[in-house]
């Protein structure tokens, strides 16, 4: 089967440090045969700099010469790219996370049944080889049912200095959206997606708002800061288990949080680092892999996941309509703050 072709809309950091590797890394079965930038010059610059025969500042012009597109915009522009590379024929890897809104989402997976085109969503977290084994874990009962699981996203004092990223315009938001969606999205693909009864949640940007706002990444204007660096969240499901989440961007705590933990009715575990725990044979048994196989890099594993699925020969492990739920919790979260009150879900 001839090589992928793909096209990058949007050459911003997260797609030289992650998908344009990837891609070239695996240049056996797929090719980057153009790219795109709202700014030229950047677009001409990483096209060179890459050996990539086709740059531009529009993205329509950039699909006659691909098969299947990687969009790595800001949130706000997910949706209108995605549905019109589908509408073209095009399959698409959409950075996280899928849009701005549920409904957006919905029209981005009605274009992609209409077009009969792959539609994935970049959570490179659920590629990483300890949430992968875990997922096994699971799978295989070593857990039992999964009853209260916790998911942080914590950094000290990072708000992304550069980019967008507080731009509530072009975001839609701040950590949660930004941060946190990986590790609600990977607790809630562990769990496996479990009927949602209602969420609670509270956001908070006072921090980052303060006239002697210490940062490590960056400066940024905190007279103007207007997105979420601090969230929390209560979730309960239908069949009676509850989710604890936390992100931030910015709390002062003594160091940076990235962990999944699920209690299960016959074991529970970390996923970062992987760690079952269990009980039987009169005893508590604690156990953690010496050696786990699955590729190290998350990108590649998603990158050839994307190319698979695209040649008919997988199945994409992020799906459009479990990242739609990811993003409807999310708005829910956002929701709940608002408004004080509980979210609930029919």
């Not at 609600?184 to 949602?196: G, N, R, V, Y």
């Not at 979420?228 to 160091?255: P, Q, R, V």
């Not at 190319?307 to 459009?320: A, D, F, H, N, Y």
Request: aromatic share 10%; proline share 4%; glycine share 8%.
């Amino acid at each position: 089967m001839e090589k992928l072709r793909v096209g990058l809309i949007g050459v911003g950091g997260i797609a030289v440090s992650r998908h344009l590797p990837s891609f070239l890394t695996l240049s056996d079965h797929v090719e980057v045969t153009a790219v795109c930038d709202v700014i030229q010059e950047r677009a001409q610059s990483v096209a060179a700099e890459f050996s990539i025969p086709f740059y531009t500042s529009q993205y329509a012009k950039l699909f006659e010469h691909v098969d299947a597109v990687t969009i790595c915009t800001p949130n706000k522009f997910h949706a209108e790219i995605a549905i019109a590379a589908l509408n073209a024929g095009k399959h698409v890897l959409c950075e996280k996370p899928m849009a701005m809104t549920s409904k957006e989402c919905e029209a981005m997976i009605e274009a992609a049944d209409a077009a009969g085109k792959v539609l994935m969503i970049a959570y490179h977290y659920r590629y990483m080889k300890e949430a992968r084994a875990a997922k096994r874990f699971i799978d295989e009962g070593e857990i039992g049912r999964p009853l209260v699981s916790r998911a942080q996203a914590i950094r000290r004092r990072k708000v992304p200095g550069w980019g967008v990223f507080t731009n509530k315009d072009l975001q839609g938001g701040g950590s949660l959206i930004d941060f946190g969606c990986h590790f609600l999205d990977l607790a809630l693909h562990l769990m496996d997606f479990p009927e949602i009864a209602e969420v609670s949640g509270a956001t908070y940007n006072e921090l980052s708002r303060q006239p002697d706002v210490v940062n490590q990444w960056g400066k940024f204007d905190p007279t103007t800061f207007e997105v979420d660096d601090h969230a929390t969240a209560y979730i309960k499901f239908k069949d009676g288990a509850t989710l604890l989440f936390e992100t931030s961007w910015a709390a002062n705590l003594a160091d940076d949080i990235e962990g999944v933990s699920i209690s299960g009715t016959s074991g529970g575990l970390d996923v970062f680092p992987l760690k079952l725990y269990q009980s039987k044979y009169g005893m508590l048994l604690d156990q953690q892999p010496y050696w786990i196989s699955d590729e190290d890099n998350p990108g590649i594993s998603q990158a050839i996941n994307f190319i698979e699925s695209c040649k008919g020969r997988q199945t994409p492990l992020v799906k459009p309509q479990e990242a739609l739920i990811v993003s409807k919790v999310i708005e829910a979260i956002y929701q709940s703050s608002e408004t004080g009150k509980a979210v609930s879900f029919t």
